[in-house]
């Protein structure tokens, strides 16, 4: 069984920066697809990045530039940067893992811009 916390979010002001993170439990994070997600009031959740077993990475265009995501198998833990936030980006953030047919999501954190 996968359990996935998250932990970062909070209320910042436009232009600033947050880091969030996600550990994971198991023994399946090193070669499971790790992905962050989001969702906004009344909009469907969508992914914001994701980045494979051997670190590739696909970001949305609306954080290319801006966010970046990154992983530590030693510590079974995601990350993700983000840098120059825009009240746009105000949603719940969702951490997923990803293996063979298997997806497991953690609780959300908040993520809130002010502008």
């Known amino acids: 069984q996968v359990q996935l916390v998250e932990s970062g979010g909070g209320l910042v002001q436009a232009g600033e920066s947050l880091r969030l993170s996600c550990a994971a439990s198991?023994?399946?994070?090193?070669?499971?697809?790790m992905g962050w997600y989001r969702q906004a009031p009344g909009k469907q959740r969508e992914l914001v990045a994701n980045?494979?077993?051997?670190?590739?990475?696909n970001y949305a265009d609306s954080v290319k530039g801006r966010f970046a995501i990154s992983r530590d198998n030693a510590k079974n833990t995601v990350y993700l940067q983000m840098n120059s936030l825009k009240p746009e980006d105000t949603a719940v953030y969702y951490c997923?893992?990803?293996?063979?047919?298997?997806?497991?999501w953690g609780q959300g954190t908040q993520v809130t811009v002010s502008s």
């Open positions: 997923n893992l990803r293996w063979l047919a298997n997806n497991y």
């Open positions: 198991g023994s399946i994070f090193s070669i499971a697809t």
């Open positions: 980045i494979g077993r051997t670190s590739s990475t």
